[in-house]
């Protein structure tokens, strides 16, 4: 009895590896007969594995990014309007702001007056006016935007009496005022007037003197 074998001298070990009991080596893995089926499976693993990254780590960000893009116009128009809120509520605050101020200032003057102002002599009227100042001939239309001038315009009464006894205390009611800080600081003398008045009758003191005072506000 014969035992024929077959050799393969350009594999060797081809039959035993086939067998599994010698293992591939990975030039063989690719270039034997079932290298493309192999092949074909790595690629699928890869572009599986690729996929599987692409959607777990690149895609939500891009996601994210894209929906913060899609809201910058909103946000901005949101900021937009909130920007003209707080513009708004600022030049309310600044309006507020000064009209406490002339409020305080208003209130010290009346203060300083009634302190200043003599027991013969009777307030009728205080009055503040803002007015533009006078054009001078010969010069070019002030600009819209030059500030208005401030005058304080006082109007007071006293019995007429033979002598100058309401001279004398006209001139000392000016003079205290104009010695005040809260007035000097902020005014000056500019004009002032006196003149008959209507006869008040014996009850209310015979004929009057009309006082006139005008302070100016000095220039900044």
């Known amino acids: 009895m014969s035992t024929r074998f077959r050799v393969d001298l350009l594999h060797p070990g081809g039959d035993l590896r086939q067998m599994g009991w010698v293992a591939q080596s990975w030039a063989e893995w690719f270039t034997s007969p079932d290298a493309p ?7 699928l693993s890869c572009a599986a594995v690729l996929v599987v ?35 708004l509520l600022k ?17 010290e003057l009346l203060a300083t007056l009634s302190q200043q102002v003599p ?24 600009a819209p935007a030059a500030r208005a001038e401030s005058t304080l315009r006082i109007e007071a009464v006293t019995p007429l009496r033979p ?31 006196m003149k008959p008045g209507p006869d008040a009758g014996a009850g209310g003191g015979g004929q009057l003197l009309n006082i006139i005072i005008v302070l100016a506000e000095r220039p900044q």
């Open 53 to 87: 990254i692409l959607v777990a780590v690149i895609l939500p960000p891009y996601w994210r990014l894209s929906s913060d893009l899609n809201a910058v116009p909103g946000l901005r128009r949101d900021l937009t309007a909130r920007q003209t809120d707080v513009d």
């Open 119 to 142: 027991p013969v002599i009777r307030l009728q009227v205080v009055d503040a006016l803002r007015a533009a100042p006078p054009r001078v001939a010969g010069q070019p239309q002030p």
């Open 37 to 43: 089926r192999r092949l074909a499976m790595f690629s």
């Open 163 to 193: 002598g100058s006894p309401p001279l004398l205390e006209v001139a000392q009611f000016m003079a205290g005022l104009m010695r005040d800080p809260t007035v000097s600081k902020r005014f000056q003398l500019g004009s002032w007037e």
């Open 91 to 107: 030049s309310n605050l600044e309006a507020l702001s000064e009209e406490a101020r002339r409020q305080i200032r208003w209130g």
